[in-house]
């Protein structure tokens, strides 16, 4: 059974840094293709980045590009979310999502999930 754990949420001041953590187990992330994603409150969950099994491709949302780095460490199984230079509109819950296939952008075409860390980001 493939589970996903996130980490790392937290409450920081605008133009502050947070580093999300996704450990995954039942599964190798050597051969995952994993995304994050987020979504705030009364809108529907966005695709904010995303790193491809193969050759480690990443991919980011517009939003956020310049600003957040997505990477992984395939000994510890885990992916990461570095965001740096916070703004309040990047306050939502975050999560981490997997597939076996190359990157796409589409929630739904992830099967596995995590729970979701809370990021809040104060003005």
């Known amino acids: 059974q493939v589970q996903l754990v996130e980490s790392g949420g937290g409450l920081v001041q605008a133009g502050g840094s947070l580093r999300l953590s996704c450990v995954v187990s039942?599964?190798?992330?050597?051969?995952?293709?994993m995304g994050w994603f987020r979504q705030a409150p009364g809108q529907e969950r966005e695709f904010v980045a995303a790193?491809?099994?193969?050759?480690?491709?990443?991919y980011y949302a517009d939003s956020v590009k310049g600003r957040f780095t997505i990477a992984r460490d395939n000994g510890k199984n885990t992916s990461y979310l570095q965001m740096n230079s916070l703004k309040p509109e990047d306050t939502a819950i975050y999560y981490c999502?997997?597939?076996?296939?190359?990157?796409?952008?589409?929630?739904?075409?992830?099967?596995?999930w995590g729970q979701g860390t809370q990021v809040t980001v104060s003005s």
């Open positions: 039942g599964r190798s992330i050597s051969r995952t293709t």
């Open positions: 790193i491809s099994w193969g050759d480690g491709s990443t």
């Open positions: 999502a997997a597939r076996s296939f190359g990157v796409v952008t589409g929630a739904v075409d992830y099967p596995y």
